[in-house]
């Protein structure tokens, strides 16, 4: 496994862990929990409680990390200038499948310089029982820009794939942190992967570069598929499997020419891509379970793949859901989303790919701003308003990065929910992991969003609510305060009610009993 080793001491005395606070630190811009060798903060337990009681976990612009409290619903008479109601069980939506990171090599990169103590750490943090459990993971096929170098698994031509190879990459960052992650998960049922795939040997495609304006030429398309085929056969000599594969990250890069590793495809293009090559190949393999997820692209290109893909009946036919990148939320209004769909079968939602501080490339912002919460709002909000549009879950990019946003050898530096500081051995978790964790902890997989009501003064008070009904039959409700100010709302779950005192800039899951 490489550098990532574990000792038998040192899981025994994990797992005998109980919570542990937010070893907090005043950075650049607010808070970070700081870990390492010898310590990081847990999230406290789910306790068992009794029909009316309720948990509730609190994150913060002021205090980090998880706090929790106990009560009882009072049946409270109070008035309140907001509540929140949820009136009836049955009046249900989508179910969540989860929520989660992508095992690019920089994730890798930076979780293995750490020390072993402090890798488990990380690890645990993000898929042990004292943490957020994530339960989705994005994995790459052969390299990214968050890679060191660009390369694919058949860098010299061979149209027979014989030399088709996993790289050192997929050996020292990619495979033993997952299958670290599926122990830690207890099996691939609750770890659910999907792969996708940035750019085709150089000898596949129009333009023999990663970037750039390019395509893989037709006449490889149908070697293109069955490249795919190979590297679910070699992860699966690795113990690894995979619930999906999306069509292609970011289809449009290679029609504009961005210089990010891709293939271009048209909406025709992939149309044909799917319905011609892909989709047999996937279907006609024993990996024909694996569900196709088109688009993986942003917001903006909804009207196209409406209009073009999902409209083809042959492509449609092989297609069981869309993949959404958040890279033009800021343009395009969230109602786009209700174009993927397709009125003749039924398609699954998925954010598949978020990170902050993408505009660095640009000039106009930077990559990394440590501790803010500004950046956990923004994982906050477009988490919530995806899943009030149905989705069933959200995958985050890099789980770790360095203090500047890498490595990337493109130079496209972003930020992430964990910043690793080798030099002291330590990293430090920020406010976007916490926010996203309120959503993988406690709305687990097999979670269904239910109906929920806020009357009152909510546009005031700048309260944001969504509510899940949990396999273990608990209302989880979660309650973001989008204001500086603390505020004061009434919860009522059929019926029962209880006043709550939200903190000004926080995030907070109320898990309730029936």
Not at 57 to 75: D, E, L, P, R, V
Not at 117 to 132: K, P
Not at 395 to 416: C, E, H
Not at 463 to 486: E, Q, W
Request: aromatic share 12%.
């Amino acid at each position: 496994m490489g550098k990532v080793g574990y000792f038998a001491i040192f899981l025994a005395f994990i797992a005998t862990v109980q919570s542990q606070s937010c070893n907090s630190r005043t950075v650049d811009y607010g808070i970070v929990c700081v870990c390492n060798a010898s310590y990081c903060d847990t999230v406290p337990a789910l306790e068992e409680l009794s029909s009316g009681q309720y948990q509730l976990y609190t994150t913060s612009k002021n205090n980090a990390g998880f706090s929790t409290s106990i009560g009882t619903f009072s049946n409270a008479t109070d008035s309140a200038s907001v509540t929140v109601t949820v009136s009836n069980l049955s009046s249900t939506h989508q179910t969540i499948i989860g929520f989660g990171g992508a095992f690019t090599d920089a994730t890798g990169i930076n979780i293995v310089i750490l020390s072993e103590a402090a890798q488990e750490h990380l690890l645990q943090s993000y898929y042990g029982e004292n943490g957020i459990q994530y339960s989705i993971g994005r994995v790459p096929i052969g390299g990214t820009d968050y890679s060191t170098r660009g390369y694919t698994y058949c860098d010299n031509e061979d149209e027979t794939l014989e030399s088709f190879a996993l790289q050192e990459e997929d050996f020292n960052y990619k495979i033993p942190i997952i299958q670290r992650a599926l122990e830690l998960r207890n099996g691939q049922e609750n770890l659910l992967l999907y792969a996708s795939v940035w750019s085709a040997p150089l000898w596949m495609k129009t333009n023999d570069a990663y970037s750039g304006k390019g395509k893989v030429q037709t006449k490889y398309l149908e070697l293109w598929a069955q490249y795919f085929l190979k590297f679910f056969d070699a992860y699966a000599e690795n113990d690894i499997s995979f619930w999906g594969v999306t069509t292609q990250n970011e289809p449009e890069n290679g029609i504009t020419g961005i210089v990010i590793p891709n293939n271009g495809f048209t909406a025709p293009e992939m149309a044909d891509w799917i319905k011609n090559y892909m989709g047999p190949a996937i279907r006609n393999s024993s990996y024909s379970s694996l569900k196709i997820i088109a688009h993986d692209d942003n917001r903006a290109l909804l009207p196209v793949l409406s209009e073009v893909v999902l409209s083809d009946d042959d492509a449609l036919h092989y297609i069981d859901g869309i993949g959404l990148h958040w890279y033009t939320d800021f343009i395009t209004p969230a109602t786009v989303l209700n174009m993927a769909s397709s009125s003749k079968k039924e398609l699954f939602r998925l954010s598949t790919e978020a990170c902050t501080g993408y505009f660095a490339i640009e000039g106009l912002d930077i990559p990394i701003r440590l501790g803010s919460w500004d950046r956990g709002q923004d994982y906050i909000s477009s988490i919530m308003t995806h899943l009030e549009y149905d989705f069933i879950g959200w995958t985050d990019w890099n789980m770790a990065l360095n203090t500047t946003g890498g490595p990337n050898y493109i130079d496209n530096p972003v930020d992430s929910p964990i910043i690793v500081n080798a030099t002291s051995d330590e990293f430090y978790k920020q406010p976007m992991f916490y926010g996203l964790g309120h959503f993988s902890k406690f709305i687990v997989p097999g979670s269904v969003r239910i109906d929920i009501e806020l009357s009152g003064l909510n546009t005031l008070y700048n309260i944001h609510a969504l509510a899940f009904l949990r396999p273990d039959g608990k209302v989880a409700v979660v309650l973001n305060n989008r204001s500086g100010s603390s505020k004061t709302i009434k919860v009522n779950i059929l019926g029962s009610t209880q006043i709550l005192s939200l903190d000004g800039n926080s995030l907070n899951t109320l898990l309730y009993t029936v």
